[in-house]
């Protein structure tokens, strides 16, 4: 029986009834998702495929592992998951104190500044966490991605079958942005300080004659930043917060350089 088989059979066993080789099966599941051999989100043939059995995976883990006390340095908590163990062979720049859990994975390549990757998570190669930002459970960060500080990708465990945030290559996500509910951003976009994505955020592409409203995705190479909108209650008329997509990224500015360009083209903040 595959690894998958497994952990679905025994999902839904109470604690007392795991057995060694459930319990076996529950920690391979965690350490082939810690070294990259398992990926709770996984792109094959341009879609997106969402493992909920790797979710499961984990929410086992959590319910057969024991509160403890671990450190690390002069620090020490009290948890069920360890942090992950550098060595230095893994090709990843990591600034003291960033965190990443067990069961997160990092590419080689990667930067992480003082931030926090939960578990599950998977962060590109050549992305770079910046300070304060947070990668939540299950959360997929591609490649070349910029998270900017204090931005906040929230993180899906439960249900296993909900959908994570994904943050597609080559995007660049502005400071205090917050992108939760298994809102997709997709290649090459760019993100204004400040922009909150949900599920039903809406985003209004203002860039023809008349608007046209997205919503959980936002498109390849558009350049988003926060809005408002007019709606009338019976107490009065309030703004309701949206975003904005005011235009794209030309083919040409996909480097560093050329993306300050972009964000001074448009005047955004980052």
Known sequence: ???????????????????????????????????????????????WLIHAWVKKAILLYFKTQKMTAMGSGEFTFFDKIPLKKWTGSEGVRVVPQALARYGSYIESGAILMPSYINIGAFVGSGSLIDTWATVGSC???????????????????EPPQADPVIIEDNAFIGSRCIIVEGVRVKKGAVLGAGVTLTKSTPILDVTGPVETVLKGEVPENAVIIPGTRIKKFPAGDYSLPCALMIGKRTPSTDTKTSLNDVLRDFELSV
């Open 1 to 47: 029986m595959t690894l998958q088989t497994e952990i679905e059979k025994i999902y839904d066993k109470p604690k007392a009834e795991l057995t060694a080789e459930d319990l076996n099966h529950i920690n391979q599941s965690l350490k082939m998702l810690d070294q990259g051999e398992l990926q709770v989100v996984e792109q094959k043939n341009s879609e």
């Open 139 to 157: 959360a997929y960060v591609g490649k070349n991605v910029h998270l900017s500080g204090g931005v906040g990708l929230g993180g899906v465990l």
